[in-house]
């Protein structure tokens, strides 16, 4: 690993000042995913600001939304039972992360930011249709992810918390990796305020992306049999040595059918 | 140098570190707490986890200074001052949960970790998924699962452990 400098800064404003001051300075969450990056040398800061001390951890439930803060854990989200009885299939999502370890050092904020075309968040922010809160500004779902490991947050800007309207019914389902439990395929599929949606990840050369054909036919039956003949084109899918395009294609149409059942 | 200040099996430390310089880099080579092995470097295999603040972390995947302050338990903080074993370390010599020994620092700090978040009783499928975080290269699994479900009982004060088989 390069060496950099490391700060730690006890307050937002000046996480920001931080960052917006060098434009090789990288904010660190979790690191779960940067440190090996960094390990790597795949990256190269100068000045490392860890976010860990500006108070963005907790979990907040109302009667229409979830709010989980950016430095929320994965074990945390998995452990809520506030959580859990709002959005169980988050809950449920949150645990499936990584393994016991990193789920006790990953957060919610870290793992948006990288948007990591495998990473299972990415897909309930989507399907959900939440919000990403930021130092400055709210961005919809819809408009957050800006293809594999790219979003449209600024240099410097960080997901201060995430909220998550609740639904009436979600669940997801991943094909994991079988050696290293990333999300080969994962569908999560949603029923709520903003309609039905699907989202899925692992598959998509561009990263996670939502499912037009699979929304209409829930939309019309929510049931397993309303997915179940919908076929995925292979074009823009992922090729590589754990699946062709043409398996993914295939695994969406079982996740989702799966995911379909499981919601109820 | 920055400089970090910790406290590892109950002994309060400053060290000074390079910004880059890994949590298990600090156990093992300032510390001298050889217990703690690195495996993959890569944050899969689980060699190198230990306690902070509680919960199991890979010590290979956090810069030293992200635990100033923490508290910090490895292997060596786990036997009693008189030798005694803590029980998970005890059921996994009772069990042979262990072949060539190497991941075996890691696989009894999870494991505790698992038994202590756990309290309403342990199933074999939950030990299993528990253990995703740490390789065993000698596939010694089967073992393992019988030293840490042999645990629980003597961790929670139920009842005296079955004899091994």
């Not at chain 1, 996480?15 to 979790?30: H, I, Q």
């Not at chain 1, 904020?109 to 299972?120: E, H, K, R, V, Y």
């Amino acid at each position: 690993m390069y060496d950099f400098a490391y700060q730690k800064p006890s307050n937002v404003a000046d996480a920001v000042k931080a960052l917006g001051a060098d434009p090789e300075a990288k904010a660190l969450a979790g690191g779960q995913t940067f440190i090996p990056v960094l390990k790597q040398r795949l990256n190269k800061p100068t000045v490392i600001v860890d976010l860990s001390k500006l108070g963005l951890t907790g979990i907040t439930v109302t009667a229409t939304a979830v709010t989980i803060g950016g430095m929320t854990t994965h074990w945390d989200v998995a452990h809520s039972e506030a959580a859990r009885k709002a959005i169980p299939g988050l809950v449920d999502l949150a645990g499936q992360i990584g393994d016991n370890q990193v789920r006790h050092r990953g957060t919610i904020g870290g793992s948006l930011a990288n948007n990591d075309p495998s990473a299972c968040y990415t897909s309930a922010v989507l399907a959900l249709g939440a919000t990403i809160k930021t130092d400055r500004r709210s961005i919809p779902a819809d408009e957050f992810f800006a293809g594999m490991f790219t979003t449209v947050l600024e240099q410097g800007e960080l997901i201060t918390a995430v909220e998550f309207p609740i639904p009436e019914k979600s669940h997801y389902m991943k094909f994991r990796n079988p050696a290293s439990r990333y999300a080969m395929v994962g569908v999560y599929v949603a029923k709520g305020p903003k309609g039905v949606r699907v989202a899925v990840t692992g598959a998509g050369q561009g990263g996670v992306f939502r499912h037009a054909a699979m929304e209409a036919a829930l939309s019309a039956n929510w049931s397993p049999d309303a997915v179940a003949n919908i076929k995925t084109p292979p074009d823009d899918l992922n090729s590589d040595i754990h699946g062709s395009a043409e398996y993914r294609a295939h695994l969406i149409g079982v996740m989702a059918k799966r995911a379909v059942a499981a919601a109820g | 140098m920055p400089q970090v200040s910790l406290t590892v099996n109950g002994k309060t430390s400053t060290v000074e570190v390079e910004g880059r310089t890994l949590l298990v880099e600090l156990l093992r080579e300032k510390l001298g707490l050889t217990g703690t092995h690195v495996g993959c470097d890569t944050s899969q295999c689980g060699a190198c986890v230990v306690h902070v603040n509680g919960a199991s972390v890979k010590a290979c995947t956090m810069l030293a200074l992200q635990a100033e302050g923490a508290q910090v338990i490895t292997i060596e903080g786990l036997a009693a001052a008189d030798g005694t074993l803590h029980p998970m370390q005890e059921m996994f010599r009772e069990h042979h949960a262990l072949q060539c020994g190497f991941c075996t620092p890691g696989m009894v700090m999870s494991a505790i970790d698992l038994v202590q978040t756990h309290p309403q009783g342990i199933t074999e499928d939950e030990i299993r998924h528990g253990l995703e975080g740490n390789l065993c290269r000698c596939t010694g699994y089967h073992n393992i699962v019988k030293a840490i479900a042999a645990a629980w009982p003597i961790m929670h004060g139920k009842q005296v452990p079955l004899a091994a088989e």
